[in-house]
Structure formats: structure tokens, C-alpha cells
């Protein structure tokens, strides 16, 4: 059961942190240092003063970024390195004492998955930019804050529950992945007919 209680917090967190790190962060810290639920010795890593105010600073930073179109898009391509590598450490941390090659694979688990969440995400923002009304831009963030906290809360406390949701939506992310590239080709499609009668 531990190991899957560990597994279920290694992937949901880096779920997570791929929609948003900073909250994800934040969510780790307040938990340990508040003991929400009794968590394994290597959760206080994120229990620092600097940790937890730095993540919650930089959340209300994304926060409000993550509601303005096409800042959001720019704001998504600054963190595609950010989101996965932090993905990757945040598994690693979960993860405890292990070998190095256990270390390196849940590090490439973690970082995949955060990876995986970003790009989805980056990639929905991108179509609904295209719209010109910035509606829903702040519902897709408002979803994403819901999301993230209620992901993070599901690992935290029932860790098991957290690893089938995260299969349910890699495999959700997949099919999903395959919409966005057809909604993108279509929009540019339509907009190239525009430019070349414009001419």
C-alpha cells in the first residue's frame, strides 16, 4: 500500500505541477507544515518559509497572467521548460530515499507527465485565443486553479485515487492532443485564404 500511496502522490502532483507549479508547490508546503494528513519525512523538503512564500507569490503572479489572452500563451511558453523540470524534481522528492536508477526513472516519470499537462494546456490556450471574446480564457484558468487544488488535495489524502484519475486523463490527454492539432490547422486554414485575398 505505501508504494502505491507513493506512486498515486508522485503522479498527481506531477500532473499538477504541469497546469500550474507554483500552486502545486504551495499546496506541498502548506500541507506539511500544517500536517493536513501525516505524510512521509521526505514532504518536509517543501516545508520552508522561503519555499512556501516564494510559490505563493509566483501562484497569484500566474494567477492573474493566466486570465489575459495571449499573455497567458507567452506566460505557458516561458514555463515549458519550468513546468516539467519541476514536474521531475517534485516526483524525485516524493519519491524518498531510492536508488539512483529509481531516482532518474521517477524523475523522467514525473517530468513526462508535467510535460504532458503543459503542452495540453498550452495547447488549449493557444485555440481559445483565437476567439475573440477573453470569457473563455478565465473559465479554462479558473478550471485549471480547480484542478490543480483539487488534484493535489486527492493525492495528499487518497493517493490511489489520485493515480487512476491521472491514468484517466493521460489517456484523455492523448485523445485530446489529436483535437487541438485538428482545431489549430483549421483555424489556420481559414485565416490563410483571408491573407492571400487580401493582397
Known amino acids: 500500500m505505501d508504494v502505491l500511496a507513493t506512486l498515486g502522490r508522485t503522479m498527481g502532483f506531477s500532473v499538477a505541477a504541469g497546469l500550474n507549479l507554483y500552486a502545486t508547490v504551495a499546496i506541498l508546503g502548506l500541507a506539511s507544515r500544517y500536517d493536513w494528513v501525516q505524510l512521509p519525512s521526505q514532504f518536509q523538503a517543501f516545508d520552508n518559509d522561503f519555499v512556501i512564500g516564494a ?9 492573474f497572467a493566466d ?12 514555463h ?19 536508488s539512483p536508477a529509481m531516482e532518474g526513472l521517477v524523475a523522467l516519470v ?10 495540453t494546456k498550452a495547447g488549449t490556450r493557444a485555440v481559445a485565443n483565437t476567439s475573440p471574446e477573453p470569457f473563455s480564457n478565465w473559465i479554462l484558468s479558473l478550471g485549471e486553479d480547480v484542478l490543480v487544488v483539487g488534484l493535489g488535495v486527492l493525492a495528499l489524502k487518497y493517493p490511489v485515487a489520485a493515480a487512476l484519475v491521472v491514468v484517466l486523463g493521460v489517456v484523455l490527454m ?7 492539432a485538428r482545431a489549430v490547422k483549421r483555424r489556420f486554414e481559414r485565416r490563410q485564404p483571408l491573407v492571400q485575398g487580401s493582397r
Open 55 to 63: 510559490a505563493l507569490v509566483m501562484y497569484v503572479v500566474e494567477f
Open 80 to 98: 515549458t521548460v519550468i513546468r516539467p523540470v519541476g514536474g521531475a524534481l517534485i516526483a524525485v522528492t516524493t519519491l524518498g530515499e531510492a
Open 174 to 180: 492523448v485523445i485530446f492532443a489529436a483535437w487541438i
Open 67 to 78: 486570465k489575459i489572452p495571449w499573455f497567458d500563451s507567452l506566460w505557458d511558453a516561458i
Open 110 to 119: 514525473g517530468g513526462t507527465l508535467a510535460a504532458g499537462t503543459h503542452f
